[in-house]
């Protein structure tokens, strides 16, 4: 069946860095966007930025843009999350997702998902 499994979260403090990694398994990873998310207690589950198949396009949300880059390595199955200047507001818990069809910010396209990593950011 397919896995993805998050890691790399953990506590930082503000303006650190912490790179969130994905592995992922019984799928045809090439074949895939992927996608990361994240949902803070009492929020609703929101984008954070998604890559193309071949890693030749990739989105962000605004207030990840210049802070966060999304990578993937095809030949390893896995998406990365590489995460700088983090804030207080970027804690969370974040999934990474799998979207057969097409690269997309919005999660009711993305067909498999993670257990999620917890990130904290204290001030």
């Known amino acids: 069946q397919v896995q993805l499994v998050e890691s790399g979260g953990g506590l930082v403090q503000a303006g650190g860095s912490l790179r969130l990694s994905c592995a992922a398994s019984?799928?045809?990873?090439?074949?895939?966007?992927m996608g990361w998310f994240r949902q803070a207690p009492g929020k609703e589950r929101e984008f954070v930025a998604s890559?193309?198949?071949?890693?030749?396009?990739?989105y962000y949300a605004n207030s990840v843009k210049g802070r966060f880059t999304i990578s993937r390595d095809n030949a390893k199955n896995t998406v990365y999350l590489q995460m700088n200047s983090l804030k207080p507001e970027d804690t969370a818990v974040y999934y990474c997702?799998?979207?057969?069809?097409?690269?997309?910010?919005?999660?009711?396209?993305?067909?498999?998902w993670g257990q999620g990593t917890q990130v904290t950011v204290s001030s």
């Open positions: 997702a799998a979207a057969r069809d097409a690269n997309t910010r919005y999660w009711d396209e993305y067909d498999y």
């Open positions: 019984g799928l045809t990873f090439g074949s895939y966007a």
């Open positions: 890559i193309s198949w071949s890693g030749g396009s990739t």
